[in-house]
């Protein structure tokens, strides 16, 4: 757990982030969005104190941040940037042994850990592991990018527009990935990202920023029908709202007993992109089928809307 | 390579080392420079042991200056450093600047006749291409790479030597080879204050009126020059292939 207290920073007179107070539970992702200039990467930097707060202080588990020395701080707190900054003279192998190797790890457990990493990120070691940055696609480079700051298995993983430097095909299979791989090993991320999309589809909570101060931190739920400032409405977007809502909740949660006939929708997508299917389809109803492709029931336009209704 | 250049390199080196070794059988071609039956081939001594004098002189007085702008590169590259850039800058410039003959004269009446004069002023003008380049070099060492390396809890001896002088590398070692080219041809002026190098051979050519003389020691320092360019030159690309960058940006 993360808990953030009474965070400030000025630079001079200039106030950059301003009594920012929130907590990130365990193996949750925490989404910090907000306009540029908000002060969302310097709140970011401020965790692993790459930038010194003027006032407040961060616990991770229960434990004051200021009191670890500062370098085996950031060896405990993965760190992914935009653009990655991936070391230009190394594999990447050596890239994502880079915080093993500087914990004196031995060459046979970070030879392991690499591997385990490489194929936890779909990227054959034989293949990769002797190739240099500048000979991976901007997706690659991504993974290598987030592989490395998960190198050391740490407990918190902080990660600023991870995905802003890549092209929106592959941003969303990207996003996807991190979600499963955060999942699997149960990691607790703080993300900032300007993009609200991002922000829902990945936040378990959002921290909405703007001038420096901290809205609004709640679910995305929360976020859409109680939007705590004018500001965090604009931001979402009204007229977004009942989409983004749909996109919350999984075909699961609407599904009715019976048939349909037309091509099954999966049980876990979302409201939102059933309703898409729906639509282009010309249909009022399609099956609903288990990951197995077992059908067990149906979806309809009827019922994805009074669910929608519903959640307003 | 493509083999012709691989075929040129040793053709230039073996034509050196049987010229210096041997510069006898080199003689039928250097006599109808000569007039009055003046000697074809250089003969106050060895060829060989003048070139090994001069490449000594050059080698040490680049590794000199090699240390020395490195530490000074880096040192005002630091947070604790940086507000004496500008004064290392001038001082530095001030050594390419001030001719090495002026650097001969003033040396002589301090430290005396010999080599040591020379290797001061070989020393003074090395010094500006390391320098310069070694800053070009870690001041364009990308700010992300430098916030990952920092953000991945390296102290600041980790970064410097893991991540910015790696990176700096294949420019510093072009600073370097710049600095070798230029001692190689400046060393010859050594000669003028009695330092052994091939500058003797010229200045004998000079003060005989014996044209010979002076092509056989500006053919050998020509073809020092461009064996050790080319060498060195290899050894960068090398560097900067790790690196991905295209083999031309490194000039």
Redesign the interface.
Known sequence: MIEIEHLSKRYGDNIVVDDVSFTVGEGEIAVVVGTSGAGKSTLLRMI?R?VTPNEGRVLIDGQDTATIP??????RIG?V?????????RTVAENIA??PR?LGWDRRRIAARVEELLDLFQLDPGEFAQK????LSGGQQQRVGVA??LAAKPALL?MDEPFGSLDPVIRGKAQDDLLAIQRRLGTTIVLVTHDMNEAFHLGDRIAVMDGARLLQYATPADLLTHPAEPFVEQLVGTAERPFRLLSLVTVQDAMEPGHAEGEPIIVSATLRDALAQLIWHGRQDLPVADASGTLIGRISVDGILKRGRSLA | MSTRALILRAAALILLVAFVTMPQLFAFAFAPLTANNAPAIYNQGSLLALTLSHVRIVVLATLASTLLALALGIFVTRPAGREFLPLSRSLVNIGQTFPPIAVLAIAVPLVGFGEKPTFIALFLYGLLPIFENTLAGLTEV?P????????????AR?RLWQ?EL??ALPLILAGIRLSVIISLGTATIGSTVAAKGLGEVIIAGLQSNNVAFILQGGLVVALLAVLLHDGLGLIERAAAR???RPVDEIA
Do not use: C, K, W
């Open positions: 692993n790459l500062e370098d085996e701080l950031r060896h760190y940037i935009q653009g990655y900054g991936l070391f230009p003279h880079t915080v500087l240099f940055p500048h000979q490395r700051a902080l | 990308s992300r790479t430098l916030e990952a390396a920092r953000g991945m809890g390296m102290n980790q991540v790696p990176l790790r690196l991905g």
